[in-house]
């Protein structure tokens, strides 16, 4: 439900830029068994980490000693993952998902599953919510690894691929992130502007003009709220939104009354979610930020899509709703045959 994300807000931290976090020994993030990070994650589901170590890997200690041992990694981790350490050459018998890994020779065959039969160290592997595994080999420093720490807490992987997240989260973060974007030569156009619209003004607008609308739903904390303002500024994005859209961005913890759909909606109090939503979100299951709301030119809901989106991923979902595509085809349909303008 929506008001599960009051815990998590009384205790967030500024996680953004967390490569600038002072760095110190030992690790401060909470280190959890397997079987323990499996009970916890069925009473409250969160990602698992699973760091693949062993005792004579140099790297594997020396990323204890700087990525694991950042103010902000650690906080972040402890706060939105459950994070494991396993020596892939320990002896200890364990039971995962149903199944007993033991170790009857150099290597543990808990090890010899999760990292696919590829073993390197040190290897992380995350664990989504719904079994989902992915495996990275090799040491991550501290820039390397944030990017793909959230990505992997956001479940963005369900939107995007990396490659494309990355590159956003980069843009998002130039000036920290100057060397890489020189090095890999990377170009995002963001010379787009969204001309964004108020709930006060929709009304008058679609007497004059009726056109779908658009509402981002971010809140301030959220990281995938803060990149996807590069998409947004993609001039392909930009253009087709101010052509065929009102966009409205909504903080889903403003302090405002709004007006919207001939009802009034107030604040519900500080760090709280608003009422309008609670009309707007899924309130079944607990709400993804950001979500984009689609809604028609009648004021009824079209669709809610949730998570990050990249400008190449949002240009096929926008054009599906705003050339009415939606009305005679499906999505999947659709996009096998979309050719995209973003170069």
């Given at each position: 439900?929506?008001?599960?994300?009051?815990?998590?807000?009384?205790?967030?931290?500024?996680?953004?830029?967390?490569?600038?976090?002072?760095?110190?020994?030992?690790?401060?993030?909470?280190?959890?068994?397997?079987?323990?990070?499996?009970?916890?994650?069925?009473k409250n589901p969160k990602p698992i980490l699973i760091d693949f170590h062993t005792e004579w890997c140099g790297w594997c200690k020396h990323m204890m000693k700087t990525t694991f041992a950042s103010q902000g990694i650690a906080?972040?981790?402890?706060?939105?993952?459950?994070?494991?350490?396993?020596?892939?050459?320990?002896?200890?018998?364990?039971?995962?998902?149903?199944?007993?890994?033991?170790?009857?020779?150099?290597?543990?065959?808990?090890?010899?599953?999760?990292?696919?039969?590829?073993?390197?160290?040190?290897?992380?592997?995350?664990?989504?919510?719904?079994?989902?595994?992915?495996?990275?080999?090799?040491?991550?420093?501290?820039?390397?690894?944030?990017?793909?720490?959230?990505?992997?807490?956001?479940?963005?992987?369900?939107?995007?691929?990396?490659?494309?997240?990355?590159?956003?989260?980069?843009?998002?973060?130039?000036?920290?992130?100057?060397?890489?974007?020189?090095?890999?030569?990377?170009?995002?156009?963001?010379?787009?502007?969204?001309?964004?619209?108020?709930?006060?003004?929709?009304?008058?607008?679609?007497?004059?003009?009726?056109?779908?609308?658009?509402?981002?739903?971010?809140?301030?904390?959220?990281?995938?709220?803060?990149?996807?303002?590069?998409?947004?500024?993609?001039?392909?994005?930009?253009?087709?939104?101010?052509?065929?859209?009102?966009?409205?961005?909504?903080?889903?913890?403003?302090?405002?009354?709004?007006?919207?759909?001939?009802?009034?909606?107030?604040?519900?109090?500080?760090?709280?979610?608003?009422?309008?939503?609670?009309?707007?979100?899924?309130?079944?299951?607990?709400?993804?930020?950001?979500?984009?709301?689609?809604?028609?030119?009648?004021?009824?809901?079209?669709?809610?899509?949730?998570?990050?989106?990249?400008?190449?991923?949002?240009?096929?979902?926008?054009?599906?709703?705003?050339?009415?595509?939606?009305?005679?085809?499906?999505?999947?349909?659709?996009?096998?045959?979309?050719?995209?303008?973003?170069?």
């Amino acid at each position: 439900m929506i008001k599960k994300i009051l815990v998590i807000f009384q205790i967030i931290f500024c996680f953004s830029n967390v490569f600038s976090q002072e760095i110190v020994s030992p690790s401060l993030v909470k280190w959890y068994n397997i079987e323990k990070a499996m009970e916890l994650s069925k009473k409250n589901p969160k990602p698992i980490l699973i760091d693949f170590h062993t005792e004579w890997c140099g790297w594997c200690k020396h990323m204890m000693k700087t990525t694991f041992a950042s103010q902000g990694i650690a906080n972040y981790l402890n706060t939105y993952f459950y994070p494991v350490r396993f020596d892939a050459e320990g002896r200890d018998t364990i039971k995962f998902n149903d199944t007993v890994y033991v170790n009857k020779g150099r290597t543990h065959n808990f090890a010899v599953k999760l990292l696919n039969g590829q073993l390197s160290y040190p290897s992380l592997v995350f664990i989504s919510k719904d079994g989902t595994r992915s495996v990275l080999p090799g040491y991550l420093n501290v820039k390397d690894f944030e990017p793909l720490m959230i990505f992997f807490a956001e479940e963005t992987f369900k939107s995007v691929i990396y490659q494309d997240y990355y590159q956003h989260f980069m843009f998002t973060y130039p000036s920290i992130y100057k060397e890489e974007i020189t090095k890999t030569k990377t170009n995002l156009d963001t010379s787009g502007k969204v001309l964004w619209q108020s709930f006060a003004n929709i009304s008058k607008l679609n007497t004059q003009k009726p056109k779908k609308l658009l509402i981002f739903c971010y809140t301030k904390w959220n990281s995938g709220s803060k990149i996807i303002e590069t998409t947004f500024k993609n001039p392909v994005v930009a253009r087709y939104l101010n052509e065929n859209f009102y966009s409205i961005r909504f903080d889903v913890f403003s302090q405002d009354t709004i007006n919207a759909f001939g009802k009034t909606f107030v604040s519900a109090g500080k760090n709280a979610p608003h009422q309008l939503a609670y009309a707007l979100l899924n309130t079944q299951t607990e709400p993804t930020f950001p979500t984009l709301i689609f809604i028609d030119e009648n004021q009824q809901l079209l669709d809610r899509v949730p998570h990050f989106q990249s400008a190449k991923s949002l240009e096929p979902i926008l054009k599906f709703f705003g050339d009415n595509i939606y009305k005679t085809t499906s999505y999947v349909k659709f996009f096998e045959t979309f050719k995209s303008e973003i170069k």
